[in-house]
């Protein structure tokens, strides 16, 4: 490819993809030089000599890997780095933000400025920390997919960007082993009025893998839900007061799931001890991630050994593909049987019809959409591919014993 038309297509796509997202947008070259610009915002965080030295920081992550990566500095910045690569020539980065989600209180602030031990120019690092553009990083991970596609016409997994760029510390990596359950044999619970909404923890009641990240994050990025104050002295201590009822409501959904209440309890415990070593907020919030994505997948696992590899495989399916037109017989192709025996097992292992069984799942997406999107339900229908409004409100009803336009009320009202 021509490197000068490779330059001229990066420039568009970023000018463009920046009016429509109203993201930062910045392209270091390999000589660690800025080339492009694409926001109104002149301001760099004030540690940095020179706004090409703090891009420099941001950017000069490992580039070997043509996929976008994200990362949170220690003064909240969040931000995406894409590697500009032409038959594996490296040409630079761009970079999406910083951004800032949700907007920090001028006390938080304070308080992270002055454990960070910041002497000099407190009131320059104030004025860019609460200047920085507040937008979730679920927005800014989708932009970054959308410019990447742009530029090198590959469509990216959003569950596969998520699994590449979270859960990198060791302990996380490794886990908590189930030998280390067993040892543990003292329970405790914690009788603490819940504090997040306790909606998205029926993913973990589910097992539902495919999606607890996703609506997980999307949750704390929700700019209309207010966490409650749980310490008055420490944010540090606020925020592990909130992970810890987030670990005790995570342990009752799992147990409702099915894991055994013994394992779950001490599964708690082991994490609410684990919690407490950490020591910065950006370590409470990964390591959050994972307490809930483990509990979902103990769930889920616990769940699978109750069908057979055909159901199983048609539930993974059903879930893939929930925004596309399903029928019984692409999905007996797609487990390579006969569509009346699929239907038949379906219904004798998970006790439902598939035709029902699918419908009860595009309905809980359209739930999650109406909770975590601004999309009108007229979108919903067209998006989950029922044929018509009406349709959709009658099978919603069905499930729900609410219209859409009914629970859509009742969750604003709430």
Not at 86 to 108: A, C, H, K, M, W
Not at 289 to 296: K, M, P, W
Request: aromatic residues 12%.
């Amino acid at each position: 490819m021509n490197h000068k038309l490779k330059w001229d297509n990066v420039k568009v796509s970023c000018k463009l993809i920046n009016e429509v997202a109203n993201i930062p947008i910045y392209v270091m070259n390999k000589e660690r030089k800025l080339v492009l610009e694409f926001t109104s915002d002149k301001s760099y965080n004030p540690l940095y000599p020179s706004k090409e030295d703090f891009l420099y920081h941001l950017s000069k992550f490992d580039n070997t890997e043509l996929i976008p990566k994200i990362h949170r500095t220690d003064w909240l910045e969040n931000f995406v780095v894409i590697p500009l690569t032409d038959d594996r020539e490296f040409y630079g980065n761009i970079i999406l933000g910083p951004t800032v989600f949700p907007q920090p209180t001028r006390s938080s602030l304070q308080e992270l400025i002055e454990s960070n031990g910041i002497k000099k120019s407190q009131k320059a690092m104030m004025e860019y920390l609460q200047s920085l553009r507040t937008g979730s990083s679920w927005k800014l991970i989708h932009t970054s997919m959308l410019l990447f596609y742009i530029i090198y016409n590959k469509k990216l997994d959003f569950k596969g960007i998520i699994k590449n760029n979270y859960f990198t510390d060791k302990v996380l990596k490794e886990g908590i082993s189930d030998k280390s359950i067993a040892e543990i044999r003292e329970n405790s619970t914690f009788h603490q009025d819940p504090i997040h909404e306790k909606q998205i923890y029926q993913y973990i009641t589910d097992g539902n893998t495919e999606e607890i990240s996703l609506y997980w994050k999307a949750f704390h990025q929700n700019t209309d839900f207010k966490f409650g104050k749980l310490a008055k002295t420490s944010e540090l201590r606020n925020q592990k007061n909130q992970k810890i009822a987030a670990i005790t409501l995570a342990t009752r959904a799992a147990i409702e799931g099915g894991l055994h209440s013994e394992v779950a309890y001490t599964l708690g415990d082991i994490y609410i001890q684990e919690l407490e070593l950490l020591q910065n907020i950006k370590d409470l919030e990964s390591f959050i991630e994972h307490v809930i994505y483990d509990f979902t997948q103990r769930v889920d696992k616990n769940r699978n050994m109750k069908y057979s590899k055909i159901v199983r495989d048609c539930q993974n399916y059903i879930f893939k593909h929930i925004y596309e037109d399903l029928t019984l017989t692409k999905l007996a192709h797609h487990v390579s049987v006969n569509p009346k025996y699929l239907s038949n097992l379906f219904k004798k292992e998970v006790n439902i019809s598939i035709t029902n069984y699918i419908q009860k799942v595009k309905i809980d997406e359209a739930k999650k959409l109406m909770s975590f999107s601004n999309y009108s339900l007229l979108e919903i229908h067209a998006l989950l591919n029922f044929t018509d409004q009406s349709y959709f409100t009658k099978v919603f009803k069905k499930h729900t014993g609410l219209t859409p336009k009914q629970y859509r009320n009742r969750k604003i009202e709430n």
